[in-house]
């Protein structure tokens, strides 16, 4: 084993000794052969895609159509965030919610950590240094994700700020980090684990490859640590959209929403005001995660601690999300889709005028498609976990706020809650004199409703309240 860049001492990159140190415990556990620490740069991006590319791992699309753009294919056995395989694992069993999977930290480690051992020999260790939330916010906090997977090291670049501004960050702010250490091992299902250490500010998460199980940036980091880092420290960490309104005069008032998973949200979030011509306009913040803090003033500050748009593709299309469209077509990846004879993504939905792919794409899993006996036709894409990632700066309705330390006050709260039944609720809420009660609410504290997990079992009160702590 020897790191990449040895000459120049890769090993003290950041000047932090603990990170340092849990970075060279990490390979003393999983033996990788090399070493990488990412830096952020576009030619890092650009080598891990050739790379990818050699491997056969990734297929380029269309140059003409989705300039810089490439499908990835998961495991079949390996295509959804998995909530029965995920743990807080607190001292305290209650500390981990009423609606959250729990072991206790010593259980969790003694069955997890074989597992690690020697899991990287034959591979490359990423070292991967992010910010969540914009450079400068407050509110900003910085991951350290260690993989060997060059595809989640490749979406971190789109969905997180990598590299030195992420490391700069940790050496302004006392060198507090938050380590991820991740390996898509096998993929052995039996084995596979997404471990939360709030105590910790730690995650493990072995033998997944896909979205959330494996960019721990995202809901790892984002909304289950971070719900217990607010916690502790007078802050929320919310699965909510934000979004900014403009009037004819040009003020902006600003609204986070919470929706369970698959119910608009991103739609809502990247909505094309049809009054624009008109002076009435819509800017995008985020559309999935919102941290919120009370300011000096009194009011409801949030920022978007991501840096991309992560989201499922089936249903998505020019009139349903025209700015997902346009963000969607240079600089993404995409997983999961079909491919079409000419190169280019398909999805159910990509045309709403019709549902059958052209004569030739290959499906999800890289098969001829083929229609199928049945009265529908056999999906082409994953049906619900066919994933576009793309970059949030190419947005063309991207708040600048959304970028900047200055934060988004918040005017409106919207709540849906999708039920068992199939009926929806929408309540709105104006945050006038809101005041935290902090130890009373964690991550989706009113999230209601019956929506079922991604395995399709019952979950009491809805994806939101699945990662309350």
Known sequence: MSPINEDEGVYCM???????????????????????????SQDEYKGLIAGMLDAGKLTRLNETAYPHSYLYRSAPSDVARTESDTYICTTRKEDAGPTNNWMSPAKAKETVRPLFEGVMRGRTMYVIPYLMGPAGSPLARVGIEITDSPYVAASMFIMTR????????????????FPGLHSVANLDEDNRYILHFPEENLVWSINSGYGGNALLGKKCLSLRLASWAGRQEGWLAEHMLILGLEDPTGNVTYMAGAFPSACGKTNLAMLVSPLADQGWRVWTVGDDIAWMRIGPDGRLWAVNPEAGFFGVAPGTNTATNPNAMAALSHDSLFTNVALTPDGLPWWEGIDPENDTPPSGTLDWQGHPWARGDGPNPKPAAHPQLALHCAHAAV?????????SPGRADLSFHLWRAARAAGAAGLSVVQLAAWRLRRREHGVGANGGGGRRGRRGAPRPNGDAAVLWL
């Open 14 to 40: 950041s000047g932090m000794d603990a990170l340092n140190a849990w970075v060279d415990d990490a390979a003393s556990l999983t033996k990788p052969d090399k070493i990488v620490w990412l830096n952020g």
């Open 162 to 177: 990598v590299g030195q501004l992420a490391l700069d960050h940790l050496k302004a702010n006392g060198g507090t980090f």
């Open 395 to 403: 947005s063309i309705h991207l708040a600048q706020v959304g970028r």
